[in-house]
């Protein structure tokens, strides 16, 4: 599966087909259904606590595929656990919550010309999302420019989410992961564009990731999804 050099039409084509294919995916078939009896049997706070002084292990990646055009693999999120900020330079990603429940929180930057924002570190963007998300739920799409393609994920309950990312992160080829934080500088809510003004505005500027988020990976072992 590749999205890079195929028309609108059939990137629109494939893309919904891969969109359905992904969307009928279960914890069963990426061997995870013992995880996801443990969350649907989840009683909230009393669960949490108990589960916290066993040491909750870190947030860990289980990658089912990798090649040139796409990677797939499987985020598993431990309750309060965070992925912070981060985007997909370039990439379209297509996500599925596959048990839990997770908060969501997501940005597109504002295109903007002119010096007065050019000569700024931080970037004007605007909220996409920012809600909670909870299995079942549909599959999302992000794209290079629109539907959130900066994201944050805290998980609420013990949660795992399955992306496909086309292209794939690479250093190489100028896709590097970047991560965002909010800027505590004095900027404006508001910004004028050609077509209007735009209000809501949030500043984002690039940072290093906190020094306490982990990623782990781990060994895949379920099946291949066929896609």
Sequence with gaps: MSFCKVSLNAYEERLEKVRSLLGKIKPLDVGLEQEAQIVRNWKGADSESSVVHQSMPPITYLPVHECDSFSIGVFWMPPSSIIPLHNHPG???LSKLLYGSVHVKSY??????????????????????DCEMADPYDTTVLYPTSGGNIHSFKAITPCAIIDILSPPYSSEEGRDCAYFRRSSADLPGTIEMQDGTVSDVTWLEECEPPEDFVIRRGVYSGKVPKI
């Excluded at 597109?108 to 999302?129: E, F, H, N, T, W």
């Design 91 to 93: 990439m379209t990603v």
């Design 108 to 129: 597109d930057l504002i295109s903007v010309a002119g010096p007065c924002y050019s000569s700024q570190v931080a970037r004007p963007a605007k909220v996409v999302k």
